[in-house]
């Protein structure tokens, strides 16, 4: 027997085994356990245990964490840290109405040099489109908008009651749905503190935390399968042989479950009051008093809202957004190939559109439901063509992350008297984000915005 072969073998293993546990641990609800296994695993890769993957060209700016919800359970710190092994461009986190894991993330990111963002989603309500649905599906005037390039979860005094209330109207929303479905499943009844809320690291319980306590809800109130599946059939008015083949899979009973109930025409749904929405001037205003960028958030061109893509991004940009999101994979997938066309060509034409006006594009696959890609598929005949302009979004708001802890980031006062026009600053922080990672935040310290261009250029890039 080779004994140093078999040594050899028990060694790897036990190594895989170590790697496996700390990276289970990232994903803990307790932040120092997190924070230990990072340290391991960040110590394990420096000293060779570990090999990842260098940086190449895949990217994704659009990862909900389990702060708002992720439909894999990672936390920030597993998602900077996947990105790191798996050799992304840069990472940036997005969390519904939330900035709870924006510190976690930066400093994971910071700690593994990865190029990194943040930022937060909400409904908005838009005064001039009030009588069109625009990318919130059956709700005209509302939309779902989004800020990027927060460098911290603190905000200034001014825009802390803003903040507060955003994540108060998300809960008590939530919390209705709740109630309303409650009546209508009765017995599968859950308890918003005891069943939901113990589901968050952070008590922001979205729907998809609710149809998770409901599916757990009904296996302890019905055991018996064949129960189970006549109750969901008549409640979710579907089929009992439909119900029968998804009864034991959480994903796809779970969207059901959220379709019928929570979607309109459901019993949990509630046709939204625009006062209970922060309308899209406001919200602009605190994404900016926090140092960050108002982002367009598009769905898929084909409501009322977004068929004009040109007049959709001219009314943003009025109202202070200074880049657009796009999910790409919904917008390009499909198997049926003149659904694919005619989903491509719209994808297309908001692209085209956003770089006339010369906006930044982030994209990313948002994760916040199970089945979701990592990772968009970017060789792909529909994405290949622009992979130059995500990676320049990408760029740009990391060289935003950076530069704003000097306050000159992409929409500073800096930024304003250094640059002529819109192109000439996407270029400069293109190039900074390119040839920088958050290595370079101890050279941005001794920078400041009195400062020229040329000079802060000079200074992080020597």
């Known amino acids: 027997m080779d004994w140093k072969k078999t040594i050899r073998m028990v060694l790897i293993m036990q190594s895989k085994n170590r790697i496996a546990e700390f990276e289970s641990k990232l994903n803990s609800f307790n932040l120092k356990e997190r924070e230990t296994a990072l340290n391991a695993l960040r110590g394990m890769l420096n000293a060779g245990e570990i090999e990842a993957s260098p940086a190449g060209r895949d990217l994704n700016l659009h990862c909900h964490t389990f702060y708002s919800y992720n439909g894999y359970g990672y936390s920030p710190s597993f998602i900077a840290w996947w990105a790191k092994t798996m050799g992304l461009f840069a990472a940036a986190t997005v969390d519904f109405d939330v900035l709870d894991g924006v510190d976690e993330f930066l400093k994971a990111s910071w700690s593994l040099n990865l190029r990194s963002a943040a930022g937060i989603e909400t409904r908005v309500f838009i005064p001039?489109?009030?009588?069109?649905?625009?990318?919130?599906?059956?709700?005209?005037?509302?939309?779902?908008?989004?800020?990027?390039?927060?460098?911290?979860?603190?905000?200034?005094?001014?825009?802390?009651?803003?903040?507060?209330?955003?994540?108060?109207?998300?809960?008590?929303?939530?919390?209705?749905?709740?109630?309303?479905?409650?009546?209508?499943?009765?017995?599968?009844?859950?308890?918003?503190?005891?069943?939901?809320?113990?589901?968050?690291?952070?008590?922001?319980?979205?729907?998809?935390?609710?149809?998770?306590?409901?599916?757990?809800?009904?296996?302890?109130?019905?055991?018996?399968?064949?129960?189970?599946?006549?109750?969901?059939?008549?409640?979710?008015?579907?089929?009992?042989?439909?119900?029968?083949?998804?009864?034991?899979?959480?994903?796809?009973?779970?969207?059901?479950?959220?379709?019928?109930?929570?979607?309109?025409?459901?019993?949990?749904?509630?046709?939204?009051?625009?006062?209970?929405?922060?309308?899209?001037?406001?919200?602009?205003?605190?994404?900016?008093?926090?140092?960050?960028?108002?982002?367009?958030?598009?769905?898929?061109?084909?409501?009322?809202?977004?068929?004009?893509?040109?007049?959709?991004?001219?009314?943003?940009?009025?109202?202070?957004?200074a880049a657009v999101n796009i999910i790409p994979d919904r917008n390009w997938n499909f198997p049926d190939p003149d659904v694919r066309k005619k989903k491509i060509a719209e994808l297309h034409k908001f692209i085209e559109a956003s770089k006339k006006y010369n906006l930044p594009i982030f994209v990313g696959t948002e994760m916040n439901a199970p089945g979701q890609c990592l990772v968009d598929n970017f060789k792909s005949e529909a994405l290949a063509p622009y992979l130059d302009d995500f990676i320049e979004g990408a760029e740009i708001i990391s060289a935003h992350t950076l530069l704003q802890h000097a306050g000159m980031g992409y929409l500073s006062e800096w930024a304003s008297s250094n640059f002529v026009t819109c192109r000439d600053k996407n270029t400069y922080f293109s190039e900074i984000g390119r040839l920088c990672t958050p290595s370079a935040l101890d050279k941005v310290a001794f920078c400041g915005p009195e400062m020229s261009k040329e000079i802060v250029k000079q200074h992080i890039l020597n």
């Open 128 to 321: 001039e489109l009030s009588d069109k649905e625009i990318n919130s599906p059956g709700e005209p005037g509302i939309a779902y908008h989004m800020g990027m390039g927060f460098i911290c979860s603190a905000v200034p005094k001014k825009s802390s009651e803003f903040l507060k209330n955003m994540k108060s109207s998300a809960s008590d929303r939530t919390r209705d749905i709740v109630s309303r479905v409650n009546t209508y499943l009765n017995p599968v009844a859950v308890d918003f503190e005891t069943d939901v809320i113990p589901l968050t690291p952070a008590g922001n319980a979205t729907e998809r935390h609710v149809c998770s306590s409901y599916y757990a809800k009904a296996e302890k109130v019905f055991p018996d399968v064949s129960k189970r599946t006549v109750f969901w059939s008549e409640k979710l008015q579907t089929p009992s042989d439909k119900i029968s083949k998804i009864i034991n899979d959480p994903v796809q009973l779970q969207n059901l479950i959220r379709s019928k109930t929570m979607k309109m025409g459901g019993a949990g749904y509630v046709k939204p009051d625009p006062k209970s929405f922060p309308e899209l001037s406001a919200m602009n205003k605190f994404i900016r008093e926090c140092g960050a960028i108002p982002v367009i958030a598009w769905l898929n061109g084909e409501s009322a809202g977004e068929k004009n893509p040109e007049e959709l991004i001219e009314l943003h940009m009025k109202a202070g957004a």
